[in-house]
C-alpha cells in the first residue's frame, strides 16, 4: 500500500466571471447647448470631462467648446482607421465570344420626303401716306413724349383720389390760378395736329368690324380692321380670311401659335 502512487488533486475548473459591462458613455454636449447653457452646468461639464472650473462664464464656455471639438476630431479619426478596406475588384475574366450568327439585314425602307414649309416672312401692309403726313405723324410721336402725366390736386394726400386728373374747382386753389409753383393744367397746346388725330401710330385709319358684311367699300391703303373684342373664333377666322383676301391689314389678329 505505502507503494502506490499519490492519486492528482482534480483540477479545479476556473468559472469565468462576467466582467461588468462598461458604463454607457454621455453623449458630448453641442456647441450650441453650451452657448445657451448657464454657469451651473457649465461647472458641472467642465468637473464631467476633469477640465478646470476656475475662470468666468466666457472661460468656461471656451474651455468647453475646445475640448468638444478635439473629441469629435478624435472620433472621426477612429472611425476612419477602423472602416476595412475596399476589397480590389478582380478584373473580370474575359467570357471567350460565343460564335455570332449571321444577322438577317432588315430591307431599309424608302425614306419618305418630309416637305419642310419654309416660312416666309411677309411686311405687315402699311399706309400709303403723302410727305406732309409722315412729318405730322413724327410731330405727334415727339409731342406724345415730352407731355407730362397730368394728375389731379393733392393726388399725393388721399389715397382714394387716383392719379386720374379731375378739374381744380376750389375757390382758394393754387392749381387753378396757375401759381409758378404747381404744375401745368391740360391745355391747348399739348394737342398733336389735327390732320393726323385719332390714326393709328402707323398711319392706318381704325375701322371696328363685327361682321364679314363691314368690310366691303373699305380702301386698303388707308384703312385698317380692328375685329370687335366680342366676335367669337368662328366668325373672327372667317373675317380674318376675308380681309386676307382683300388686302386689308388686321390691327388684332388672333394668335394661333
Same mark, same amino acid.
Given at each position: 500500500?505505502?507503494?502506490?502512487?499519490?492519486?492528482?488533486?482534480?483540477?479545479?475548473?476556473?468559472?469565468?466571471?462576467?466582467?461588468?459591462?462598461?458604463?454607457?458613455?454621455?453623449?458630448?454636449?453641442? =456647441?450650441?447647448?453650451?452657448?445657451?447653457?448657464?454657469?451651473?452646468?457649465?461647472?458641472?461639464?467642465?468637473? *464631467?470631462?476633469?477640465?478646470?472650473?476656475?475662470?468666468?462664464?466666457?472661460?468656461? *464656455?471656451?474651455?468647453?467648446?475646445?475640448?468638444? =471639438?478635439?473629441?469629435?476630431?478624435?472620433?472621426?479619426?477612429?472611425?476612419?482607421?477602423?472602416?476595412?478596406?475596399?476589397? !480590389?475588384?478582380?478584373?473580370?475574366?474575359?467570357?471567350?465570344?460565343?460564335?455570332?450568327?449571321?444577322?438577317?439585314? !432588315?430591307?431599309?425602307?424608302?425614306?419618305?420626303?418630309?416637305?419642310?414649309?419654309?416660312?416666309?416672312?411677309?411686311?405687315?401692309?402699311?399706309? !400709303?401716306?403723302?410727305?406732309?403726313?409722315?412729318?405730322?405723324?413724327?410731330?405727334?410721336?415727339?409731342?406724345?413724349?415730352? *407731355?407730362?402725366?397730368?394728375?389731379?390736386?393733392?393726388?399725393?394726400?388721399?389715397?382714394?383720389?387716383?392719379?386720374?386728373?379731375?378739374?381744380?374747382?376750389?375757390?382758394?386753389? !393754387?392749381?387753378?390760378?396757375?401759381?409758378?409753383?404747381?404744375?401745368?393744367?391740360?391745355?391747348?397746346?399739348?394737342?398733336?395736329?389735327?390732320?393726323?388725330?385719332?390714326?393709328?401710330?402707323?398711319?392706318?385709319?381704325?375701322?371696328?368690324?363685327?361682321?364679314?358684311?363691314?368690310?366691303?367699300?373699305?380702301?386698303?391703303?388707308?384703312?385698317?380692321?380692328?375685329?370687335?373684342?366680342?366676335?367669337?373664333?368662328?366668325?373672327?377666322?372667317?373675317?380674318?380670311?376675308?380681309?386676307?383676301?382683300?388686302?386689308?391689314?388686321?390691327?388684332?389678329?388672333?394668335?394661333?401659335?
Amino acid at each position: 500500500m505505502a507503494d502506490e502512487e499519490p492519486k492528482a488533486a482534480k483540477k479545479v475548473k476556473k468559472t469565468a466571471v462576467p466582467e461588468k459591462p462598461a458604463a454607457p458613455k454621455e453623449p458630448l454636449p453641442k =456647441a450650441s447647448e453650451i452657448r445657451a447653457a448657464k454657469k451651473a452646468e457649465l461647472v458641472a461639464w467642465s468637473d *464631467r470631462y476633469e477640465l478646470s472650473t476656475e475662470g468666468k462664464v466666457d472661460d468656461l *464656455r471656451k474651455r468647453l467648446l475646445g475640448f468638444v =471639438a478635439k473629441e469629435e476630431a478624435r472620433a472621426a479619426r477612429e472611425v476612419e482607421t477602423t472602416e476595412p478596406p475596399e476589397e !480590389k475588384k478582380k478584373p473580370a475574366e474575359k467570357e471567350e465570344p460565343e460564335e455570332e450568327k449571321p444577322l438577317r439585314k !432588315k430591307p431599309k425602307k424608302p425614306k419618305e420626303k418630309e416637305e419642310v414649309e419654309e416660312r416666309v416672312h411677309e411686311a405687315r401692309a402699311k399706309p !400709303k401716306l403723302d410727305d406732309r403726313l409722315k412729318q405730322l405723324l413724327a410731330l405727334r410721336s415727339a409731342k406724345n413724349a415730352a *407731355r407730362p402725366k397730368f394728375r389731379r390736386q393733392e393726388w399725393f394726400r388721399y389715397r382714394m383720389f387716383g392719379d386720374e386728373w379731375r378739374k381744380p374747382q376750389g375757390g382758394q386753389s !393754387k392749381l387753378r390760378r396757375h401759381f409758378g409753383y404747381r404744375w401745368n393744367l391740360p391745355s391747348i397746346g399739348y394737342r398733336g395736329p389735327r390732320a393726323v388725330r385719332g390714326l393709328h401710330p402707323s398711319g392706318f385709319q381704325e375701322i371696328l368690324v363685327h361682321n364679314e358684311r363691314q368690310l366691303e367699300g373699305l380702301d386698303g391703303t388707308k384703312q385698317a380692321v380692328r375685329i370687335a373684342h366680342g366676335v367669337g373664333t368662328r366668325k373672327r377666322e372667317i373675317i380674318e380670311k376675308a380681309c386676307d383676301d382683300k388686302g386689308l391689314r388686321i390691327l388684332n389678329r388672333m394668335v394661333t401659335e
